[in-house]
Each structure stands twice: as structure tokens, then as C-alpha cells.
Nanobody, 126 residues
Framework: QVQLVESGGGLVQAGGSLRLSCAASGRLFSSYPLAWFRQAPGKEREFVAAISRSGGNTYYTDSVKGRFTISRENAKNTLYLQMNSLKPEDTAVYYC???????????????????WGQGTQVTVSS
């Protein structure tokens, strides 16, 4: 079992930055691959980024490469998403997620993840 709580969302102008955090339950945190997803109103939940158990491997959807950085600090049971050069199309509710078992070919699918946070709103204005 793992519990996830996101924070750090808000309103920012295009070109600005935000850092999202996801605080997770403790003792088995390092056993879970983690990911960020986002969902805009009326649209499907979209993969944003993922990170391996140790933090040694990261993965990004093409639209955020070079702008977003996913990281984790296992000793603090925390996942991060640093978002720079934000665009209006980044506006969405952002969710963190954890997978008990994950195959590479299923990494970007929301159905692959077992635990989810409540989400945090990110709004980017023009």
C-alpha cells in the first residue's frame, strides 16, 4: 500500500515555472516506479513523466521534453516535477501515481498504475 498527496500547483504566466511535489507513504516507497499524469477538462488522462525505483531512469512525453524534470528523493518519500517554460497547453490537473508492477511497454498507460493522489491544479495563462 502507498498513499500519495500532491502539492505545488497554482496559476502561472506562460514562460514561468512551478515545482510540484508528491508526498508518499514511507517504508516501501523505494519499491515503486512513479509517474506524473495530467488531465484537462473533458479530455483523457495523459502521461507526462515516469521515474524508476532508484531514480536512475526517467521518461517523458515528447511535449514536455527539455522543459520538465522528474526526480525523486526516496529518503524523504517525495516525488517532484520541475516545470519550466510553461505553456497554456500545460494547463491541467496533475496527478502522481505509483505502480506495484510495471512493464516498459505499459509505462505510459494510466491503467498500469495502482495508486493515485488527489491531483493538483496547474493553470498557465497567456
Amino acid at each position: 500500500q502507498v498513499q500519495l498527496v500532491e502539492s505545488g500547483g497554482g496559476l502561472v504566466q506562460a514562460g514561468g515555472s512551478l515545482r510540484l511535489s508528491c508526498a508518499a507513504s514511507g517504508r516501501l516507497f523505494s519499491s515503486y516506479p512513479l509517474a506524473w499524469f495530467r488531465q484537462a477538462p473533458g479530455k483523457e488522462r495523459e502521461f507526462v513523466a515516469a521515474i524508476s525505483r532508484s531514480g536512475g531512469n526517467t521518461y517523458y512525453t515528447d511535449s514536455v521534453k527539455g522543459r520538465f524534470t522528474i526526480s525523486r528523493e526516496n529518503a524523504k518519500n517525495t516525488l517532484y516535477l520541475q516545470m519550466n517554460s510553461l505553456k497554456p497547453e500545460d494547463t491541467a490537473v496533475y496527478y502522481c501515481a505509483a505502480a506495484a508492477r510495471l512493464s516498459a511497454e505499459l509505462r505510459v498507460g494510466a491503467r498500469s498504475y495502482d495508486y493515485w493522489g488527489q491531483g493538483t491544479q496547474v493553470t498557465v495563462s497567456s
